[in-house]
């Protein structure tokens, strides 16, 4: 398996630093907006809503659906779907708003539950922390991570190789 360091490289390198945050007054950020009901699920990490965003996750990385599939991916998916699928949910950002592919980096929520902080916490995701987003809450999602593989939760009580590791 690649040195997670050695994956993530290009993919800090490509992110863009626009620093993003507080809400408008009118249900949008200097991001995007801070609402949209999320009517299509890529993966365990990315939605796409109403208005056209594409969303992706913040400190979280799930398995890949592409080529065959990563083990738990389909899983991920999943779950992510039965969460947000067709649902409103509310967006916050932190201080890059987008990612190389131009999709919206957010904390996501429906029904006042963090998506991004349950999927790591159920075994779904790993923490992908790039900063400078995320900072102030890289332990959280260390600590939920550490949790969910020592209790053998998702991916870590399913998958021989973790994306994680």
């Known amino acids: 398996m690649t ?3 050695a994956v993530l490289w290009p993919v800090v390198l490509g992110f863009a630093a626009t620093g993003c945050s507080g809400d408008d007054g009118g249900g949008t950020s200097r991001c995007g907006p801070t609402s949209g009901t999320v009517v299509n699920v890529v993966d365990g990490d990315t939605v796409d809503l109403d208005t056209g965003e594409r969303i992706r996750y913040l400190m979280i990385d799930t398995p890949e659906l592409s080529g065959g599939g990563d083990c ?3 899983e991920a998916r999943d779950f992510n779907s039965d969460l ?3 649902k409103e949910v509310t967006l916050s950002y932190d201080e890059e708003c987008e990612d190389r592919f131009n999709r919206l980096l957010a904390y996501v929520s429906v029904q006042d539950r963090e998506v ?3 999927l790591v916490e159920r075994g779904f995701a790993c923490v992908l922390y790039i900063p400078p987003n ?3 809450r890289r332990t959280e999602f260390e ?3 550490m949790t969910a593989q020592n209790e ?3 991916m870590g009580g399913a998958c021989i190789e973790v994306a994680c590791d």
């Open 143 to 145: 600590t939920l991570e």
């Open 3 to 5: 040195p997670l360091s």
């Open 84 to 86: 947000v699928l067709n």
């Open 152 to 154: 053998s939760r998702g």
């Open 134 to 136: 995320g900072s102030d």
């Open 72 to 74: 738990y991916s389909a």
């Open 116 to 118: 991004n902080s349950l």
